[in-house]
């Protein structure tokens, strides 16, 4: 860790430098932003840029807790937009593109015809852009990358990773003014730590994969901490869904290494052993002495899950929203506009439901398209690695009851890009044997070199 942040310091020196303009003029951010990703690209420090993107997306998660973190709610669109510019730019040298963006192309084209229903259609069509934008740059970043610095890229962006959580733990500290718990429950840099719980749920897919296919990248004292760490978040988060969709991953992975019908026969065991589990899950609960952790008292609720889910379904056919939707960011609309009358009901906000999320934005026509993007995807990922059918099922839990996937620039989304391309690219996945990092681009000047050697 040590030689990471030798090696990284110019980026963590960036990040502070964010953090201090945001508290004391948080209007020079939407400049420093961009800055920093020209800068860096001048350095050819195309890793760091990546990097302080995922950062800039969780700071934007943060609610409460850093003096004028706000800004970066809006700020991070200058980011992403620099990514874009960056793309543009340099696109002949990052030929061949990631293919992960013109799967998903169909959707993302659709997405624009619901606008022409919305309430909100300036900041619907925005964040209609940056959702596309998304699945543009961080592909294509990640493959770019991998070009450059081969497989210690990724071993990088984990190590980069498990620095951010433990940095967390300084938050109370550095700022005691902060509210950095929830009803006794930790969030960090994160909204809510059920945010929390699924950055550290994507984090520990992104530690398995990488480590399955390139075993030799990680020490086992490394994959120990690393396993400690996430699971130590994961507990005590206190957040069911995200600890459940690990949980099934570590379990499916095992199974879908021996077949891909073995481990569909376990999804559908787990589906029927989960119905038995969750009719006892106070007395489950209760015996392991998790009861504090798991908040056994908000389970028959369903913590105002399924109030959500009802109101949710309820105007999705009161308002014509089955074949097309009303456009992105609608259904925020609707759930904050009932938002009083869903709190007196036991219900926090949102719709908790990527599915629905999108029937209500996009109808079950683009929810279709969607799910076909996805499936695709995965199935192209499965031809190269059994661990790609363990992600898809533990996923499709997990925005069961979660609207993660559904958000235009959050920290959740843009990891999982990052196992897609990891999983679908043949470039990747080609060098899996190959024990030497990837051959940078003919004639291209590189930087010295600061990465870790090989383990």
């Known amino acids: 860790m040590r030689q990471f942040i030798r090696a990284h310091y110019q980026l963590l020196v960036f990040i502070l430098l964010w953090i201090a303009v945001a508290a004391l003029a948080p209007v020079l951010l939407y400049a420093v932003l961009p800055i920093g990703v020209f800068l860096f690209r001048r350095a050819g420090r195309w890793h760091d840029i990546l990097f302080g993107f995922i950062m800039c997306l969780v700071l934007s998660d943060m609610l409460k807790g850093l003096p004028g973190m706000d800004v970066m709610k809006t700020a991070k669109y200058t980011y992403i937009m620099a990514l874009g510019a960056l ?28 606008l022409l229903r919305s309430e909100v259609p300036v900041p619907a069509f925005q964040k209609t852009v940056s959702y596309g934008l998304l699945f543009l740059v961080v592909p294509n970043y990640v493959l770019f990358n991998f070009r450059r610095y081969g497989w210690e890229f990724f071993g990088n962006l984990v190590r980069f990773l498990m620095f951010m959580l433990l940095a967390q733990q300084l938050l109370p500290w550095l700022d005691p003014g902060g509210t950095y718990y929830l009803a006794g429950r930790f969030k960090g840099f994160f909204g809510n730590p059920n945010g929390m719980a699924i950055f550290v749920y994507l984090t520990l897919m992104l530690v398995v994969v990488v480590n399955h296919l390139r075993k030799d990248l990680f020490s086992r004292t490394e994959m120990v901490l690393y396993g400690l760490l996430l699971a130590y978040y994961l507990i005590t988060c206190g957040a069911r869904t995200s600890l459940m969709s690990a949980l099934m991953f570590l379990l499916f992975i095992q199974f879908f290494r021996i077949s891909m019908f073995l481990g569909v026969l376990s999804f559908i065991a787990f589906v029927g052993l989960g119905e038995l589990m ?32 009802e109101y949710a379904w309820h105007q999705v056919q009161e308002q014509g929203l089955f074949l097309f939707g009303a456009g992105f960011d609608h259904e925020f609309v609707v759930m904050e506009r009932a938002k009083q009358l869903l709190s007196s009901m036991g219900h926090q906000g949102g ?15 683009g929810l279709l398209f969607f799910l076909r993007s996805l499936f695709l995807i995965f199935i192209k990922a499965g031809k190269n690695t059994p661990v790609a059918m363990a992600v898809l099922f533990s996923v499709l839990f997990s925005i069961l009851y979660e609207s993660w996937l559904s958000g235009s620039l959050n920290p959740y989304t843009s990891l999982l890009l990052v196992l897609l391309t990891i999983m679908s690219e043949d470039e990747i996945i080609g060098a899996v044997e190959s024990a030497s990092p990837a051959q940078p681009d003919p004639g291209e000047a590189l930087p010295p070199p600061l990465i870790l050697p090989a383990r």
């Open 87 to 114: 793309l543009l730019v340099d696109r002949v040298r990052m030929q061949p593109m990631a293919r992960v963006f013109p799967i998903f192309l169909p959707f993302l084209v659709y997405a624009f015809l619901p």
């Open 278 to 309: 969750v009719a006892n899950l106070p007395a489950i609960i209760n015996a392991l002495g998790l009861h504090e952790y798991l908040r056994v008292e908000t389970l028959a609720s369903g913590s105002g899950r399924y109030v959500a889910w």
């Open 351 to 365: 719709a908790h439901n990527t599915y629905l999320v999108f029937w209500m934005n996009t109808g079950i026509v």
